[in-house]
């Protein structure tokens, strides 16, 4: 157990940190920083529950990028924009918010640091809103603030004395958000709670016109400090600090300023300290902010930044920091700031290293003097530490943008409160023994602790972490972590023990030993198993035990058992030799591997081939006519051979005579009555031919010499004939070699390959008893690349503003790599299109004159590398580029006007006066002599060439026309290139002659374009198969109309669809008219994306296409599912599966099923089931990402961007992608994994000048996909990052220095070295210089020195990026010289008459080169001839022999071979060979390899050859000529590098996994760099298996690793080898490694599947497994389905994996199922058998049938229907009985029968049939009529004839004469009604009809009456009165119409009135009913 306190600080491992909205602001990151163990991390993103897992090694970093969208909105409320991280060991978590200009970041703290109560710090505000946030690390957290300013909150007012008060839960953050100065808010909670703050727009001062980000998290109140040290930031003239109290009366204090303050709870204090450094203390605990000054008012270009300062006490011995790399962020400065003891600042470390050369300022605190500085680091993570870990001190990060943005935060705090932390084992692992032979034992490890805070664990085996089988769960303090291994093998032995971690430490459990025994495993048995005699047969037993094992050899005998092999045939261990094998070794050889826990056994069959032989001849004999003779022959061979006789060379039929199977054959002659004697002889044939030897696939070179083997044996010996691509070859012979009796290769030679000679060969060997033919193999003719680039005459000229294309085209073989270069500079390809492997294309838009140059495309292949050039000319048109000015000038005076113009070509210039062209004026200076008034006018310059606008030109330039005449001149326009949008404008011609001019009508001129692109294209109304897409027109048109718009619609494949539109005006194509602006898309697919493109037409061309896109809507499945199964599990229980419908089935389609019950036999429907969501899982994604570019930014970094996978191979919701990155030169490399938000990322911290293989792969929650191709990028060069090595420094005379060297280590160039730079300088006369030498140069001699001088000499390597370091200095003297100069100051004195003295002074320093030894001092008198005497005569003397003083010249050197360099060179000049030449030393030395020698060759020779050198090496070669004495200097070192040779090592690290049944990831490290012997071009991977035969070999490009071998056979041990070759040829192939394919599903399924019918409710089904070759494994189980789909029953039963037969009851009698069988394997089921049909036999019914239903179906029939017995088989349902009664009540019973006999009756049901229409009218009706009534009454219809309830009658009645009816309808109980409203006197015709509720039956008979008469209705009308005379009246009526009258008309009464007297007579008149008028006398 370990235990004890642990302080609290910023380190931790559970974090919440709030990102705030801003329009300023573009980036959140979230930097985290591990420490001393690797770690863990969950990034939870609250709002989205999105999270993100990262791992972290120990002292490392993660920068991560939150989403912009889960910012809190910036209004006051609660929100849930948490981000949540939590890790499994401690770390810190820094946090920043960004872009170029504006940026601040804070130090966040782990929810263990957190506290109850809070003061705030913000800044004062103008214009925006000041922020602070509180997190809530627990539910139902009470939080009070008491703001110090006044806010507004949900319309409430708060402040100091009205606190806020709000409920929070766990992760829950409170913004408050107000336009205040919010610094002093108190806050306190109930619960603990963080506090961040924030200022969106800090402006220091307020008055500021810059302003930036200010952020910082405050700690509680209760870990506050109160000494603090106050600094001034670097680059700062001032600190501003604002102290806050979180007490009442706290003192503020700060010495040095001589400041003293009281400050209360709230307030605070802002000060300004101009000091480097300041202490502060506080009588109370109190918060510290410190602000630096915006841009304008500091000494400094740099804005505004908020930095939450830790006291003192607050400090800590170790930071691990990180300055954050983002691109949004551009910070171009970055500081740390220390704060420390003075006593102790020695001890700091910055990254292991003292901190020197730098500046402490110190200040007095009551804690003792502290020291403070800044020191400048460069961006990334700095770990910072003091040597002591007791000693504490402070860090602070501060850094600057390029923008101006600045940030501060702390690098950490340690306060002073602790809680109690401890780990304790309570269950350590224990130690097990496990046999792997045991199926039942597994390995189960348990380990559990208890610990606070909760611990993590991790597990170890032998010392190295494992992950795989454990599983770890924790309980409150409580955790427990176990390894499960179900299936044990001897791979899990070792030692295990687990450790868990806190903050407190580390806890080792007990060390578990596990020991696996097992028996040994023979892996395969290899060597030749079919010998011919007289080989040697070698058998190796491949096995692998754990434990020592013994090997014994069987051999098995005739009779069975297997003999023991004597050891002293045993080759090693484990090879078994048989030496000249003969048929007697032909047998069945065991290998038998035996240990202490088992043995294990393989055999192979050895089956020995030899020719035949003859054992016994036939004899010569003689024999009489008609006697018998028998030969006897005896052939033995293998395989046995077939045995023909001849005589005279002609067989003789096969029945005269016999073989057996010894080989023995007679033949009897009987009764020979031909006399003489005979030849019989016998021949010996092989059927057919046997192969031994097959072509293979080749790929040769253009032109080199192919050759194809084949060979095999035959007697008689057989012939080849060669086939290509399956046709005779005939111009190539086949060469025989290896030629015996049987036996022969057959060699076809190709001597001079063409590519024409490329196809699939094969070889047939036949004679003539059959043949036999090869396998086809491909013969590949490589042949170099060749390349066209789009002008075949090296050159193109193109007009500005064109758009135009190069295109480069390739052939080659392999395909060659194309690159396109401009003024040699690649081309970047992500700028060009590949639009096959063999070309690619570059288009180049609106062409300028940077768009000219020399464009070359370059094909390369490993054969050879060619290039085509193509030099690109843009014409430019004329440009003005000085203009003549308007002048005035003398009469009779010269004037000259200039215009310049530029254009390519260079234009012509022509000057116009007044219109008109001034002839030979072509320059661009016009001169006018001798001006007079007629020069007065315009004068213009015009500039053209063949870009030039367009030219208006005259047809005539004069023209004689009379006066008064009409003329016509004709104006013509030309222009190269077509006219242009900017020749658009108003034209006219002008006329001139001698006396005036005028100028045409204006005519204007409108260029036709193409029109602009369509306006603002929109999707809508999108149905599962439609939608509509609309658009507006264009903008500008193009200057004429709109003819039409077109439509092309693709989807996700690119591919265009052929979908109808509507108001297409084609019939295959979408083409609408322009007056339509919207189509709808019909027939889609439902759920799939779709892209339309649009664009816009007229007479001239097409607009740009618009691109939009589109996924249709869901639909309803289209199909039902598939093979749906249901399993009955118990009573009450039943399993069901089902597969989702075939159709839609898209990726992320979400079915949901619903699940009805149904009771077959009860006929039930059940309650349905709640909706089951069934998404299918989701799987690792099918393909890698795509698009994938790679681009090398630097140095050091590659930008690598991707697009996800295509959707449909996603396979999920893509999580996350790993970007893996390798070199193999320097075994450098990494993985790093990004978001899926992510689809680009920069590599940092990268190798220079290193090419990298890129791979990518996605991820769903389900786990990685496959990687993608790799991808190769090499990093851009670097200056060098160390020196030349070894420099010597060597004076060769007084004035050179001779200068040798080593390159730099290969890992230290970065680069290519393009030259040395050497530096030499003498201060004693400060003399020196720099000289530039070659990169491929190891030496230089410096000329023109000062002798015997010191001079100091540095090396500086330069690559295309820089001069790397200077060298330490080395220092050589030139020799020394003859002085320049005599001595000075030269005087003389005579002393004597014999006596001068001479005095001088030595020669100047600077001219002595060298020591003075002595001087010569000449008199002579030229008067006396007094001084030396004459020349005595010579005599010859040789001197001594000297080392040379110069180096072998001219030496050159020639590459022969990989490994031998030829040398030749000419001795030193003459002069300076000092003796005679005896030998040379020729060293030569290779840095790469550390690899060299030297030779000594006779001096008479000047040429040598070098051996034993290291292919493909660069070697230093030197030659020094020697005297007697010795050698002189060495020669300039020529370089020289070796021809490349293949490899001399294979492939190393190879190892070879099963990643599927079907696929193998092979992955190797290339040869030993030493032994490549060259640039590798490919490798070749070999598989094979001797099972199956299965052979391949896959080639692939040097840069590639790792490969993925697929269709490979399932279950299957391959053999994998791999070698590599440089263009000289494959080097050797490694050992093979042996791998075993996973099981997979069967291929097939079993065979010959048999039913058997038992009984009505049992059949037996029979089978066969599946071939061998099918099984895929070890067959597991069996699995029948039986199914009917008449009654959906049916089960599926499995069976153990010898069973090949079941029995399957409980059946259905008289039904027909459908039987299935597969196979499974531990991997699954294979594919089900066809169906294979049986029908049970039949029974009786059980039952009765069920659920009957009897409906009448109308008044006389009755529909029956029933569900049938269960299970019987009937498809009759249902019955119609007709002939019933209506409204009659039945019976209904119902019964069942099969063939076998009647089933039971169901119960008795009764049904009433419908209502019917009577059958029959009412009787005895009767009448009683009167004037206008008449009553009728009736007798109803028998109820016999109702057919029903008789509901009503209708009674009708019927006036012929007045055509008067109707009819009244009574109620069905009543029998009598009054007709009423009938008219007088009128027949009525009455009929009666019943009613029942289906209507009414027949009328009954008519009867009718006759009403009463009455009155008329009306008076007559009297039409005339006519006064005869004075008594007589004559008075016309008109008679009453008929149907008015009501009766016979007996008469007319009239009736008179006297008017005059007013009285009425009383007198009445009647007349004859029939007259119409009458004559009245008065009386």
């Not at 702390?410 to 306060?415: D, T």
């Not at 990518?1256 to 790799?1270: D, Q």
């Not at 490694?1633 to 599903?1641: K, P, S």
């Amino acid at each position: 157990m370990i235990q004890g306190d642990v302080q609290r600080s910023s380190r931790g491992r559970e974090f919440n940190l709030v990102f705030y909205y801003s329009p300023y602001l573009s980036l959140d990151i979230v930097v985290i920083t591990s420490y001393d163990h690797p770690t863990t991390v969950n990034v939870t993103y609250k709002k989205t529950q999105e999270v993100t897992t990262l791992s972290l090694d120990a002292r490392s970093y993660n920068e991560i990028q939150t989403p912009r969208h889960l910012r809190p909105s910036r209004s006051s409320g609660i929100s849930n924009s948490i981000v949540h991280i939590v890790a499994n060991q401690d770390i810190s978590v820094a946090a920043y918010q960004a872009n170029q200009e504006y940026q601040d970041g804070y130090r966040v703290l782990p929810i263990a640091a957190y506290g109850n109560e809070y003061m705030t710090a913000t800044y004062s505000t103008r214009v925006s809103q000041t922020a602070f946030s509180v997190i809530a690390s627990q539910d139902d957290t009470l939080v009070s603030l008491q703001t110090s300013a006044a806010i507004v909150y949900k319309s409430q007012n708060y402040d100091q004395n009205t606190p806020l008060n709000v409920m929070l839960n766990k992760s829950e953050a409170l913004n408050i958000f107000y336009k205040a100065d919010l610094t002093g808010t108190y806050i306190s909670s109930s619960k603990p709670v963080a506090v961040i703050c924030d200022h969106q727009v800090g402006k220091i001062p307020i008055s500021a016109s810059y302003f930036d980000y200010l952020l910082g998290q405050v700690p509680p109140i209760n870990y506050l400090g109160s000494i603090y040290v106050l600094t001034v930031f670097p680059n700062r003239a001032v600190g501003i600090y604002r102290i806050i109290g979180a007490y009442n009366n706290t003192n503020v204090s700060i010495p040095l300023l001589e400041h003293s303050s009281i400050i209360n709870k709230g307030e605070f204090v802002e000060i300004e300290v101009p000091q480097p450094v300041a202490s502060l203390q506080c009588s109370k605990p109190c918060l510290v902010a410190h602000y630096t000054q915006s841009t304008g008012f500091d000494s400094t270009t740099a804005d505004a930044s908020m930095t939450i300062i830790p006291s003192i006490d607050q400090f800590t011995s170790d930071y691990q920091i990180y300055f954050a790399k983002s691109a949004f962020m551009k910070t171009q400065q970055a500081f740390i700031i220390l704060i420390i003891l003075d006593s102790e600042k020695d001890g700091i470390r910055l990254d292991g290293q003292p901190i020197s050369n730098s500046t402490w300022n110190t200040t007095i605190t009551p804690n003792g003097i502290y020291a403070t500085m800044w020191v400048s680091v460069t961006k990334g993570s700095h770990a910072v530490n003091h040597i002591s870990s007791t000693v504490n001190f402070g860090l602070l990060q501060y850094g600057i943008s390029s923008g101006k943005g600045t940030f501060g935060l702390p690098g950490g705090f340690q306060f002073n409160a602790t809680y109690h932390s401890y780990i304790e084992i309570v269950e350590n692992p224990t130690s097990q023994s496990i046999n792997e032979n045991n199926q039942q034992a597994s390995l189960f490890l348990t380990c559990r602790a208890s610990a606070y805070p909760s611990a993590t664990v991790v597990w170890y085996k032998d010392g190295e972490m494992i992950t795989t089988n454990v599983a770890t769960v924790t309980n409150s303090l409580n955790t427990t972590s176990i390894i499960n291994v179900p299936i044990v093998n001897v791979n899990h032995g070792g030692s295990y023990l687990c450790q868990f971690s806190t903050s407190i430490g580390l806890l080792n459990s007990t060390v578990a030993i596990v020991e696996v025994s097992a028996q040994p495993i023979i892996t395969a048995m290899v060597g030749n198993l079919n010998p011919k005699g007289g080989q040697d047969v070698i058998l190796t037993c491949q096995y692998q035990s754990k434990y020592k094992a013994n090997i014994v050899w069987l051999k098995s005998t005739s009779n069975g058992n297997g003999i023991t092999i004597s050891s002293s045939f045993y080759f090693n261990s484990t090879t078994l030799r048989l030496q000249n094998v003969s048929q007697a070794d032909t047998a069945n050889y065991t290998c038998v591997v035996t240990n202490l826990y088992g043995n294990d056994s393989l055999s192979a069959n050895v089956v020995v081939f030899f020719s035949p032989i003859v054992i016994h001849n036939p004899s010569d004999m003689n024999i009489r006519i008609g006697n018998t003779a028998t030969l006897l022959c005896q052939i033995q061979g293998h395989p046995n051979p077939n045995i023909t006789w001849y005589k005279d060379n002609q067989p003789i039929p096969s029945s005269n005579y016999t073989i057996n199977s010894l080989g023995l054959s007679n033949l009897t002659l009987q009764n020979s009555f031909i006399a003489g004697s005979r030849c019989y002889k016998f021949i010996i044939l092989l059927d057919p031919p046997v192969l031994f030897i097959q072509p293979s696939n080749v790929s040769v070179e253009e032109g080199s010499k192919l050759e194809l083997n084949c060979s095999g044996t035959s007697l008689p010996i057989f012939n080849i004939t060669w086939y290509k691509d399956n046709q005779l070859i005939t111009n190539y012979s086949t060469v025989y070699t290896d030629v015996s009796d049987t036996n022969r290769t057959g060699t076809l030679i190709i001597a001079n390959t063409s590519t024409t000679d490329q196809g699939f060969y094969k070889c047939i060997l036949a004679n003539d008893r059959g043949s036999v033919t090869s396998a086809r193999k491909w013969i590949n003719i490589q042949f170099k690349p060749s390349v066209t680039l789009t002008s075949s005459t090296g050159s193109l000229n193109i007009i500005e503003n064109t758009t135009f294309s190069l295109r480069c085209q390739s052939s080659g073989d392999p395909i060659p790599k194309l690159s396109l270069f401009k003024d040699g500079i690649l081309i970047n390809s992500s700028n060009y299109i590949s639009t096959s492997p063999y070309s690619i294309e570059l288009v180049l838009s609106n062409a300028t004159h940077a768009t000219d140059g020399r464009y070359q495309c370059t094909a390369e292949n490993i054969l050879a590398s060619v290039s085509v050039t193509l030099n690109l000319t843009i014409y430019v048109k004329p440009r003005v580029v000085f203009s003549p000015e308007s002048k005035g000038t003398f009469y009779g005076t010269t004037t000259s006007l200039t215009c310049i113009a530029t254009g390519i070509p260079s234009p012509s210039i022509s000057w116009h006066f007044n219109g008109s062209v001034i002839p030979g004026a072509n320059s661009s200076r016009l001169l006018l002599t001798s001006v007079n008034f007629s020069a007065t006018g315009t004068y213009q310059c015009a500039f053209q060439n063949i870009a030039a606008l367009p030219v208006v030109s005259i047809s005539t330039d004069s023209s004689n026309t009379p006066i008064g005449s009409a003329i016509i001149i004709k104006c013509d326009g030309s222009s190269i290139p077509r006219p242009s949008t900017e020749d658009a404008g108003n034209y006219s011609c002008i006329f001139a002659n001698g006396y005036n001019s005028t100028t045409s009508r204006s005519v204007a001129v409108t260029i036709l374009e193409p029109p602009w692109s369509v306006q603002n294209v929109q999707v809508s109304n999108i149905m599962k198969s439609s939608f509509m897409v609309s658009w507006n027109p264009p903008i500008f048109t193009g200057n004429t109309a709109i003819t039409n718009y077109s439509l092309a619609i693709t989807n996700e494949n690119n591919k265009t669809l052929t979908i109808p539109c509507s108001s297409s005006m084609a019939s295959n194509d979408c083409v609408v008219p322009a007056a339509i602006t919207s189509t709808n898309f019909t027939e889609l697919v439902p759920y799939k994306r779709y892209y339309v493109q649009i664009w816009a037409s007229n007479s001239i061309g097409d607009s740009g296409k618009t691109v939009v896109s589109t996924t249709t809507d869901e639909t309803s499945p289209g199909s039902a599912v598939v093979e749906p199964y249901a399993l009955g599990y118990n009573s009450t229980t039943i399993r069901i599966r089902w597969k989702p419908p075939t159709k839609p089935y898209e990726e992320n389609h979400a079915y949901f099923y619903l699940i009805i019950p149904y009771n077959i036999k009860y006929g039930l429907v059940g309650p349905t089931s709640n909706v089951i969501n069934g998404t299918t899982h989701e799987d690792l994604p099918s393909t890698s990402p795509i698009h994938i570019t790679i681009t090398a930014l630097s140095a050091w970094t590659i930008s690598v961007t991707w697009q996800p996978p295509l959707i449909f191979d996603r396979n999920g919701v893509i999580i996350s992608y790993n970007i893996t990155y390798y070199s193999n030169r320097w075994m450098h490399g990494n993985t790093i994994q990004v978001s899926a938000s992510s689809t680009s990322v920069i590599l940092s911290g990268l190798i220079p000048y290193t090419t990298y293989n890129v791979t990518t792969r996605a991820a769903t929650i389900a786990g990685f996909g496959p990687s993608s191709a790799g991808d190769l990028a090499t990093t851009l060069e670097a200056t060098p990052t160390a020196s030349p090595a070894n420099i010597r420094l060597a004076p060769s005379s007084s004035r050179a220095i001779t200068i040798t060297w080593q390159p730099l280590p290969l890992r230290d160039r970065n680069g290519i070295i393009t030259n040395y730079n050497i530096t030499y300088y003498s201060s004693q006369w400060m003399d020196g210089n720099t000289q530039r030498v070659d990169g491929e140069v190891m030496s230089a001699i410096l000329h023109g020195l000062i002798p015997f001088t010191t001079y100091n000499v540095t090396i500086r390597a330069a690559t295309v990026a820089g001069l790397g370091p200077a060298s330490i200095g080395a220092f050589a003297t030139t020799l020394q010289s003859v002085p320049n100069t005599f001595p000075i100051n030269i005087t003389t004195a005579p002393i004597s008459a014999r006596t001068i003295s001479v005095n001088w002074q030595p020669p100047t320093l600077r001219d002595r080169n060298g020591i003075i030894t002595n001087y010569s001092i000449t008199y002579y008198s030229s008067q006396w001839m007094h001084g030396f005497g004459p020349t005595s005569s010579g005599n010859l003397v040789t001197t001594l022999q000297e080392v040379p003083e110069e180096s072998p010249v001219n030496v050159t050197t020639i590459p022969i071979s990989g490994r031998t360099i030829s040398v030749t060179w000419q001795p030193p000049q003459l002069r300076y060979q000092n003796g005679i030449i005896d030998s040379y030393n020729i060293t030569y030395y290779s840095s790469q390899w550390t690899h060299g020698n030297t030779i000594q060759v006779n001096g008479s020779t000047t040429t040598t050859v070098l051996n034993g050198l290291i292919p493909f090496t660069k070697y230093n070669i030197t030659i020094r000529a020697a005297t007697a004495i010795g050698f002189g200097p060495a020669s300039i070192p020529a370089v020289a590098t070796t021809l490349q040779a293949a490899p001399d090592a294979s492939p190393i690290n190879v190892t070879a996994t099963p990643s599927s049944a079907r696929t193998i990831s092979v992955t190797w490290y290339p040869p030993p760099t030493i032994y490549q012997n060259g640039l590798l071009t490919n490798y070749n991977i070999t598989y094979y298996s001797s099972k199956w035969e299965h052979s391949s070999i896959i080639q692939v490009n040097s840069n590639i690793s790792s490969i993925v071998i697929n269709e490979l056979i399932p279950f299957t041990t391959y053999s994998i080898t791999i070698k590599a070759a440089t263009i000289m040829g494959f080097g050797p192939s490694n050992d093979a490694v042996l791998v075993t394919t996973l099981q997979a599903v069967p291929n097939t399924s079993p065979n010959n599947v048999t039913i058997i019918r038992i009984s009505a409710r049992t059949i037996s089904v029979n089978w066969q497994p599946p071939k061998l070759r099918d099984r895929n494994g070890i067959i597991t189980n069996y699995s029948i389905t039986y199914y009917s789909s008449q009654w959906m029953h049916g089960n599926a039963i499995n069976t153990g994996n010898n069973i090949t037969s079941t029995i399957i009851d409980g059946l259905i009698p008289f039904t027909s199922y459908n039987i299935t069988v597969k196979a499974a394997t531990i991997m699954g089921f294979g594919p089900a058998s066809n169906d294979t049909l049986a029908t049970t036999l039949p029974a009786v019914p059980d039952a009765s049938p069920v659920n009957i239903t009897a409906t009448p179906s109308s008044a006389r029939t009755l529909f029956v229907t029933w569900q049938p017995v269960p299970l019987l088989g009937s498809n009759v349902r249902a019955a119609v009985i007709d002939g019933l009664i209506p409204f009659t009540t039945y019976n209904i019973t119902i019964k069942a029968a099969t063939l076998i006999g009647f089933g039971p009756a169901s119960v008795n049901m009764q049904v009433t049939t419908l209502q019917a229409v009577p059958d029959a009218s009412p009787t005895n009706i009767t009448l009683k009529p009167s004037a206008r009534t008449i009553f009728v009454s009736w007798q109803p219809i028998s109820p016999r004839d109702q057919n029903g309830i008789i509901i009503n009658y209708n009674v009708t009645y019927y006036a012929a004469k007045w055509i008067h009816t109707d009819t009244l309808q009574v109620n069905g109980s009543v029998t009598s009604i009054l007709l009423s409203g009938l008219i007088p006197y009128t027949t009525y015709i009455i009929t009666i009809k019943a009613a029942t509720a289906i209507g009414f039956g027949p009328a009954s008979i008519e009867v009718s009456t006759t009403t009463s008469i009455a009155v008329p209705d009306v008076a007559p009308i009297i039409r005339r009165l006519l006064l005869v005379n004075n008594n007589t009246v004559q008075i016309d009526w008109q008679l009453i119409p008929e149907r008015q009258r009501n009766g016979a008309i007996l008469g007319y009464q009239m009736i008179f009135n006297n008017t005059k007297f007013k009285f009425l007579s009383n007198h009445i008149i009647y007349v004859n009913q029939t007259s119409s008028n009458r004559t009245h006398r008065s009386f």
